[in-house]
C-alpha cells in the first residue's frame, strides 16, 4: 500500500510559494475571480474563475485522467535522466575549462539540443513574423502545461487555489497553486502525477504537432498541391529578383537542373556559387583577370559577333555598357582534352576574342557547352553549334554568378485549363537571366512547397502559417518539457527529485534535505552555465 506523501516545511512553502510573498503593495482585486499582486522584483496576475471548472472535468474523468497522467510519469523520469546525463557531462566540461581553453569554444551537440533553443530559433527566424510565431506557440505550450498540473491535480481530488500569470524580475512564467492539505494527504505516486503531469503534456503536445507537420501534405492534399516545385509566397521590394518573380510564380528550375523542393533551390544557388568560386581560382585565361564561364554556353550566329559592340578594357577587365555584357569565345572539350585546334597559345588572343552583346537576345540562344549535363560536378562539355555558330559564354567577374531562371505563371489565363500539370514550354512560363551573388538571391524571396488548386489569393498563405506555426509549437513545447525535467529550483525538476529522493532513499531526513539541497544547488548552477554557453554560442555564430 503506498504511504502517503508528507512534504516538508520548505517543499509545502514551494507548492503555494507565491502565496506567503509580502506585497509592496496591497493585494487589488479588480473584479470577481481575478487578483494581482505587485512588488518591486515580482508581479502576478491570479486567476480563480476556472478553479471549479477544472475540478468538476478532473473529477468526472479522474479515472481515465489517472491511466493518461501515471503514463507520464515514465516519460518524465526519462527526462529527468536525459538532462541529469548531460549536466553531468557539462560538469566534466567544466571541470577541463582551465585546463583546455579550446572546450569553451566548441558547442557539444548534446548541450545545443538539450533546450531545442537552436532548433527553434532557426525554424522561427523569420523576423519579425518569427517572433510572432514564438509568442502564440509559447503560450500554447504554458497554458498545455499548466493545464496538465491541474487536470492530474483535480483527478487526485485535489482542489485548486488560482492559476497565475507571473513575472519575476525580468523572466515571465506561470503556476498553479493548490491547496496544501490536500495535497499533503496524497500518496507517493499521486503526487507524481501531479508533479509530472505539465512535463508530460508539453511532450505529447509535441509529438502531436510533429505528427500533424509530417501528414500535413496528406491533410491538404484536397485543396492543395504539394511536393512539385516551389512557389514564391513574397518577393520583398529589396530583393534582386522583385524584378522578375512576384507572388504566386512557381520556379522550375535553375541552370536547366529541376528545382523540386525550396532545399533544393537553396542546395543547388550554393552549389553553382561554390562551382564558380572554383573556376575563378583554376581556371583562369592566362595572366588576366578575364575567365569564361565553364558551365554555359551560347550559339551566336557570326553575323551577330560581326555587329557587337567595341569592348573596353580596364585593369584587365571587359567592360560593356548598358544591357551588353561580355562574352568570350571557349573551347569544345571532351573527356579526352581540346579540340577544335585550341592550345595554351590561343591565350595572346583572349581580348580579341572578347564581344559585347545584348543580353535579351541570349534566351532566343541555343545553348552549348556543358548545358546538357544538368549535373554540377561534370565539368566534361561539348559543341553543338553549327558551322555558322560560335560557343560563346560569359565572362565570369570575380564573386558575380551567372544563373539562368525558369518560372511559371500557373495562374495566367493560358495555364488556367493545365494548371495541375503544366508544361515549362507553355506560354505561362518564362526564364531570365541573373548576375550576381546567388546564395542571397535564393535567400532572399520566401518560397513554399504548396500551391492552391482553386485561384484564391490569401489561400496561397495558409499552409505557410501553419507550418511555421506547428514547427515552432514542437520545438517551444518539446524546450519547455526538457527545462522542466532539469533538477533545479522553482521547476518541476525540484520537486520530482524530492519524491524520488524522500522516498526511495534508507537516509536520515536530515541527510536527505543535504542531499537534495546539495543537487539542486549543483543542477542550477551548471544549468545557468550551459544557457549562457548556449546564447553565447547562438550570438557568435
Known amino acids: 500500500m503506498p504511504g502517503r506523501w508528507r512534504r516538508s516545511k520548505r517543499s509545502m512553502a514551494q507548492v503555494d510559494v507565491h502565496a506567503h510573498i509580502p506585497s509592496l503593495l496591497p493585494l487589488t482585486t479588480s473584479r470577481k475571480g481575478i487578483s494581482n499582486a505587485i512588488s518591486c522584483w515580482y508581479c502576478d496576475y491570479k486567476i480563480t474563475s476556472f478553479n471549479e471548472l477544472i475540478f468538476q472535468f478532473g473529477r468526472r474523468h479522474a479515472r481515465a485522467l ?30 577541463h575549462i582551465f585546463v583546455n581553453s579550446n572546450v569553451i569554444r566548441g558547442l557539444p551537440i548534446s548541450c545545443s539540443s538539450l533546450f531545442g533553443l537552436p532548433s527553434l530559433i532557426s525554424s522561427c527566424s523569420f523576423f519579425p513574423a518569427g517572433a510572432g510565431y514564438i509568442i502564440i506557440s509559447t503560450l500554447i505550450s504554458v497554458a498545455f502545461h499548466e493545464f496538465g498540473h491541474a487536470a492530474a491535480a483535480a483527478s487526485e481530488g485535489v482542489k485548486l487555489e488560482y492559476v497565475a500569470v507571473f513575472i519575476a524580475l ?7 497553486a493548490f491547496n496544501h492539505d490536500a495535497l499533503q494527504d496524497s500518496s507517493c505516486f499521486s503526487a507524481l502525477r501531479i508533479y509530472c503531469a505539465g512535463i508530460w503534456h508539453n511532450t505529447a503536445l ?21 511536393g512539385q516545385s516551389p512557389m514564391v509566397l513574397d518577393v520583398p521590394y529589396t530583393s534582386p529578383l522583385s524584378s522578375y518573380l512576384s507572388h504566386g510564380h512557381v520556379i522550375l528550375s535553375l541552370d536547366g537542373m529541376h528545382v523540386h523542393s525550396v532545399d533544393d533551390w537553396i542546395n543547388l544557388s550554393a552549389e553553382i556559387s561554390e562551382l564558380t568560386f572554383q573556376n575563378e581560382t583554376h581556371s583562369r585565361l592566362g595572366e588576366n583577370n578575364l575567365m569564361a564561364n565553364g558551365r554555359r554556353g551560347y550559339c551566336f550566329p557570326n553575323f551577330m559577333l560581326k555587329e557587337s559592340n567595341k569592348v573596353q578594357f580596364t585593369h584587365d577587365q571587359a567592360t560593356c555598357f548598358g544591357d551588353f555584357t561580355s562574352f568570350t569565345s571557349i573551347p569544345c572539350v571532351s573527356s579526352t582534352g581540346l579540340i577544335d585546334g585550341y592550345t595554351e597559345d590561343n591565350n595572346s588572343n583572349r581580348k580579341e576574342g572578347i564581344y559585347c552583346l545584348n543580353v535579351n537576345d541570349v534566351m532566343k540562344l541555343n545553348k552549348c557547352s ?7 560536378n561534370d565539368n566534361t562539355s561539348s559543341c553543338m553549334c553549327s558551322r ?23 495562374y495566367s489565363s493560358d495555364c488556367f485549363y493545365s494548371r495541375e500539370y503544366p508544361l515549362p514550354s507553355s506560354n505561362c512560363s518564362g526564364t531570365f537571366i541573373f548576375v550576381g551573388d546567388v546564395v542571397s538571391m535564393a535567400r532572399s524571396i ?6 492552391p488548386r482553386f485561384d484564391f489569393h490569401f489561400a496561397t498563405y495558409l499552409p505557410d502559417v501553419l507550418e511555421k506555426i506547428l514547427s ?8 519547455l518539457a526538457l527545462l522542466n525535467s532539469l533538477p533545479v529550483y522553482c521547476l518541476d525538476g525540484e520537486s520530482i527529485l524530492e519524491i524520488l529522493i524522500f522516498q526511495l532513499t534508507s537516509l536520515s531526513p536530515r541527510n536527505k534535505e543535504k542531499v537534495l539541497r546539495s543537487f539542486l544547488i549543483a543542477g542550477t548552477l551548471i544549468s545557468i552555465f550551459l544557457l549562457l554557453r548556449i546564447f553565447f554560442h547562438l550570438l557568435i555564430s
Open 206 to 226: 509535441s509529438a502531436a504537432s510533429g505528427l500533424i507537420l509530417f501528414f500535413l501534405p496528406l491533410i491538404l492534399f484536397p485543396l492543395y498541391i504539394h
Open 388 to 410: 555558322d555558330e560560335t560557343c560563346l559564354s560569359p565572362v565570369q567577374m570575380p564573386g558575380l554568378v551567372w544563373v539562368e531562371i525558369t518560372y511559371l505563371n500557373p
Open 472 to 479: 515552432c509549437l514542437f520545438h517551444t513545447s518539446l524546450a
Open 170 to 176: 525580468l523572466f515571465p512564467g506561470a503556476l498553479v
Open 66 to 95: 489517472r491511466t493518461w497522467f501515471s503514463i507520464g510519469i515514465g516519460f518524465s523520469l526519462a527526462a529527468l535522466a536525459v538532462v541529469a546525463t548531460v549536466l553531468f557531462r557539462e560538469t566534466k566540461i567544466i571541470m
Open 370 to 376: 556543358s548545358w546538357d549535363k544538368a549535373v554540377i
Open 446 to 451: 520566401q518560397l513554399t512547397m504548396y500551391r
